[in-house]
C-alpha cells in the first residue's frame, strides 16, 4: 500500500511537470514563429514653433536735436547740431527702425564724460512699423555739460552710437541761462512754470519766456527768435542792443494769439551777436 501511494504521487508529479514543460514549449514556439503582436506607433506630440520676429540689422544714423516734430512712425528732427549752449533743456536722439521692435529686444544708454546715466537709460519700447523714433533726456535746470554719447543696443550688441557735446560757457564771457516757459507773469516773475516735458493745454493764448542774463554789456547786439514746428515766425521775432543791465534775473518775452496758439512745437531762440547763446522747447496740445 506505501509503495503504490509513493507510485501515485511521483507519476503525478511526473505529469505535472510535463504539462509545464509543453506550455514553455508552447510559449517558446509562438514566439520564434513571430505571432508577438506588433507595437503600436508611439505618438509624436505636435510642437508649435513660433516664428521669431526679425531684428533690425541695424539702426539708422542717429540724430541729435534740440526739437522733434511729426508723428509715428514720420518724426523729424530740427535744427540737428552735435554741439549745444549750456542750459538747454531738453536734448532729443532721433533715429530709424527697419523693423519692428519688442520693447525687450533693445535697450537705450546715454552716457556723459564717461559715466552711464541710469536714471536716463533702459529698455525701449514697441516699435510696432519700420519707421523713425526718438528718445530724450531733459532738465529743468540745464542738461549736464561736457561730452554725452547716445548708444543702441539690439541684445547685448551696440548697434549704434552718436556723440554730442554740450559746452559750457567761459568764465566772464555774457550769457542766457536756462529758459523757463510760464503760464503766466506775476510781478516780472514767472507763474506755473512747466517742465521741459509738460506742455501747453489746447487754447492757451500766451506763454511767457523767462531766462536770467549775465555779463551782457549794455547796447551789445542780440536777437530772438520764435518758430513753430520748424518754421520760423517772422513777425514774432526781432534784434536789438541790449537795454538792461549787464546781470539780469527773470528776463522775459512771450508770444500770444488773442484766438488761441495753434497745437505745434514752439522754439525759442536766443542769440548773442550771430552766436546761438541758447534754446528753449515748449509744446501746445491739440
Known amino acids: 500500500m506505501k509503495s503504490h501511494h509513493r507510485s501515485t504521487i511521483v507519476l503525478a508529479i511526473l505529469v505535472f511537470a510535463l504539462t509545464m514543460l509543453a506550455c514553455d514549449v508552447s510559449s517558446v514556439t509562438r514566439l520564434a514563429l513571430g505571432s508577438t503582436p506588433t507595437p503600436a506607433p508611439t505618438q509624436t506630440p505636435f510642437v508649435i514653433t513660433a516664428t521669431p520676429e526679425p531684428l533690425p540689422k541695424s539702426f539708422g544714423a542717429i540724430t541729435i536735436a534740440p526739437v522733434v516734430i511729426g508723428a509715428d512712425p514720420n518724426f523729424k528732427a530740427v535744427d540737428a547740431a552735435t554741439r549745444f549752449p549750456e542750459g538747454i533743456g531738453r536734448i532729443y536722439a532721433l533715429f530709424a527702425v527697419d523693423a519692428p521692435l519688442k520693447a525687450t529686444q533693445w535697450r537705450y544708454e546715454f552716457h556723459t564724460n564717461g559715466q552711464r546715466k541710469s536714471n536716463m537709460s533702459g529698455y525701449g519700447w514697441d516699435v510696432n512699423q ?10 529743468g535746470e540745464g542738461l549736464e555739460t561736457g561730452d554725452w554719447e547716445f548708444r543702441l543696443y539690439i541684445g547685448d550688441r551696440v548697434a549704434q552710437t552718436a556723440k554730442f557735446t554740450i559746452e559750457k560757457r567761459q568764465t566772464g564771457a555774457p550769457f542766457f541761462a536756462v529758459i523757463r516757459f510760464a503760464e503766466d507773469n506775476r510781478n516780472d516773475s514767472p507763474v506755473n512754470v512747466h517742465t521741459p516735458n509738460q506742455s501747453f493745454k ?46 539780469e534775473k527773470d528776463w522775459w518775452l512771450n508770444i500770444s494769439d488773442d484766438a488761441g496758439m495753434r497745437a505745434g512745437v514752439y522754439e525759442l531762440k536766443l542769440y548773442i551777436g550771430d552766436q546761438l547763446a541758447q534754446i528753449g522747447v515748449f509744446s501746445v496740445d491739440r
Not at 519700420?130 to 532738465?139: H, K
Not at 536770467?212 to 542792443?241: M, Q
Open 130 to 139: 519700420p519707421g523713425t523714433t526718438w528718445s530724450s533726456i531733459f532738465s
Open 202 to 247: 489746447a487754447g492757451t493764448k500766451r506763454v511767457w519766456a523767462f531766462f536770467d542774463v549775465g555779463n551782457l554789456p549794455k547796447a551789445t547786439n542780440w536777437k530772438w527768435e520764435w518758430s513753430r514746428d520748424g518754421e520760423r515766425i517772422p513777425n514774432l521775432s526781432g534784434a536789438k542792443g541790449w537795454e538792461g543791465n549787464a546781470t
